[in-house]
């Protein structure tokens, strides 16, 4: 087991370990879970996610963290920082981002993450602006970031994808 690296009542966000690859690999196969994203995520792109995310780590000293519920050692999910790899009005940026299992919804695990990512990125990693965005379809992940305290900057149409596409719509969220 890998220590916690941010703690809070229920959660403990650590680096990734072997066995969160099948429950990650489970998650990101359900249609509910990526129902705002383009695509389903299969085994070898899941795996290949974990890759990056730890390569992240190396590179940034951050990255996105797995979350574990503290009394039964679960994996949830993730939290954490990233950097988008595309170009925007925005962009160059740090960008929160989130993603839990199903059966961890509507319990607000999202949000204690998410509040304590938000305190160490600015009083830990000395961060002065954090983003997130998501499909504008997307009203549960947009609450999040209300809930956490970031303030609706603008719409906008994601590079990476295709404008036809119901999900290319944005909403773009700050806080500094």
């Given at each position: ?110 949000t204690e993450a998410a509040k304590a990512c938000i305190d160490y990125g600015f009083n830990k990693l000395g961060f002065t602006k954090i983003v997130s965005f998501t499909s504008a379809l997307n009203v549960k992940s947009e609450k999040v970031m209300q ?30």
């Open positions: 087991m890998s220590p916690c690296i941010i703690s809070t009542e229920r959660l403990c966000l650590r680096k990734w370990i072997d066995s969160d690859s099948e429950p990650f690999i489970k998650m990101n196969s359900d249609q509910a879970v990526m129902e705002y994203f383009p695509q389903l995520s299969s085994e070898a792109d899941t795996l290949s996610m974990i890759n990056r995310i730890n390569l992240a780590f190396e590179k940034n000293g951050f990255g996105l963290w797995a979350v574990e519920d503290k009394i039964t050692k679960d994996f949830l999910g993730f939290t954490g920082f990233m950097i988008p790899q595309f170009e925007s009005f925005f962009t160059p940026c740090i960008e929160i981002g989130w993603r839990f299992r199903k059966e961890s919804w509507g319990q607000g695990l999202a809930r956490i305290g970031m303030n609706y900057v603008a719409n906008f149409d994601h590079p990476k994808i295709e404008k036809e596409n119901l999900l290319c719509q944005h909403v773009l969220y700050e806080k500094k």
